[in-house]
């Protein structure tokens, strides 16, 4: 009998695809990730070479081509991401027990005030916040706005990792990650990274940190919208492989 695998599409794929969701009837119940993507090209030959450049995400994590997926799984196809809160008018997300929730993705303005009173803290003598806004002129085109998208729930699940890995580097160090999705204007705000800790060093390197693994790793992606098309980014740092080891500030790997 044959099993139908829910496959979500996410940014220029699902444009492509011109749909946001596929359903693909197989006669295997599981396979490894490399062979969904080799089947789906099968399927879509014309759009072989961007599905070879996907990774697979099972149940919000990654899956390497040689990891097995079911056809049960929560299943999504991930192009390459992008680079790139807490809003105005709404109440303050929250993580269990009542605490802020220091790593969220919203669909309204951020305010880098509330990010960084998110890491604050009586021990630290340090506290910075990179603010990331939408510029109008790119390699001599004009951008009209940004369009962001993310796989939310995967994003801030690797928004929290990022966290980790920054308390294990920098240990005593806070962070706080808010990233806007939906349509971004000129000067906007994209992105706020707040982090804090007893020495100024520290947060310096740890935001530096933020920033280049979110665009490595974090499900978000980007659309530039020009006065003469549209154009989705990709990371831009080479071929993607979001299951590389992090590099520290510098791009030694740790």
């Not at 149940?59 to 081509?65: E, I, L, R, V, Y």
């Not at 390459?80 to 669909?107: C, H, L, W």
């Not at 003469?228 to 590389?244: C, R, S, V």
């Amino acid at each position: 009998m044959a099993s139908k695998w829910n496959i979500i599409l996410f940014a220029g794929l699902a444009e492509k695809l011109d749909t946001r969701a596929i359903a693909p009837e197989w006669e295997l119940d599981r396979m490894t990730a490399g062979e969904l993507k080799r089947r789906l090209a099968e399927r879509y030959p014309e759009h072989a070479a961007l599905l070879s450049v996907c990774f697979v995400a099972r149940n919000q994590a990654f899956a390497p081509d040689g990891a097995t997926v079911e056809a049960g799984d929560e299943l999504a196809l991930l192009p390459p991401v992008s680079g790139g809160s807490n809003a105005d008018g709404e109440p303050e997300a929250q993580a269990e027990g009542g605490a802020a929730k220091r790593f969220a993705i919203t669909e309204t303005r951020l305010d880098p005030g509330a990010t960084l009173d998110r890491v604050l803290h009586p021990d630290h003598g340090a506290a910075i916040a990179f603010v990331g806004t939408t510029r109008e002129w790119t390699m001599g085109k004009r951008t009209v706005t940004l369009e962001y998208e993310a796989y939310v729930p995967m994003a801030e699940k690797v928004l929290a990792q990022i966290g980790d890995e920054i308390s294990e580097r920098w240990p005593g160090t806070l962070t706080a990650i808010d990233h806007r999705i939906g349509t971004v204007g000129i000067g906007e705000i994209s992105v706020v990274i707040a982090v804090s800790s007893a020495h100024r060093a520290d947060a310096y390197d740890a935001s530096r940190y933020a920033i280049e693994r979110l665009k490595q790793v974090v499900p978000i992606w980007k659309k530039e919208v020009y006065e003469d098309g549209t154009e989705w980014k990709g990371h831009q740092l080479g071929p993607w492989d979001p299951t590389a080891p992090a590099e520290e500030p510098g791009g030694r790997q740790p």
